[in-house]
Nanobody
Framework: QVQLVESGGGLVQAGGSLRVSCAAS????????MGWFRQAPGNQRQLVAT???????NYADSVKGRFTISRDNAKNTVDLQMNSLKPEDTARYFC?????????????WGQGTQVTVSA
């Protein structure tokens, strides 16, 4: 079994910064893509950013230039540094990972952490 545990998040004023982190644990051989998605009330879950094990990144247009994703392959962690936050960034942020368990790959999600940006 694989667990993804997020930390960080919270309440911040517009223009401020927050950092969310995620740690994967379990019988993991390696992890392919890791990333962050977010979901606001009444909306679908949407991509924020992803990063491959080789360090290639992909960002939603709405966060480019403001958010930075990074990972530590040795620790199986992924972080999202969020700067210049806007009220529209308010959402629950979910960690996502594709770990290799034995000879199989799986898709796992964390429980999410709330990010609230006040105007």
């Amino acid at each position: 079994q694989v667990q993804l545990v997020e930390s960080g998040g919270g309440l911040v004023q517009a223009g401020g910064s927050l950092r969310v982190s995620c740690a994967a644990s379990g019988r993991i051989s390696s992890i392919g893509v890791m990333g962050w998605f977010r979901q606001a009330p009444g909306n679908q879950r949407q991509l924020v950013a992803t990063i491959t094990s080789g360090g290639s990144t992909n960002y939603a247009d709405s966060v480019k230039g403001r958010f930075t994703i990074s990972r530590d392959n040795a620790k199986n962690t992924v972080d999202l540094q969020m700067n210049s936050l806007k009220p529209e960034d308010t959402a629950r942020y979910f960690c996502y990972a594709v770990p290799r368990i034995g000879v199989n790959w799986g898709n796992y999600w964390g429980q999410g952490t709330q990010v609230t940006v006040s105007a």
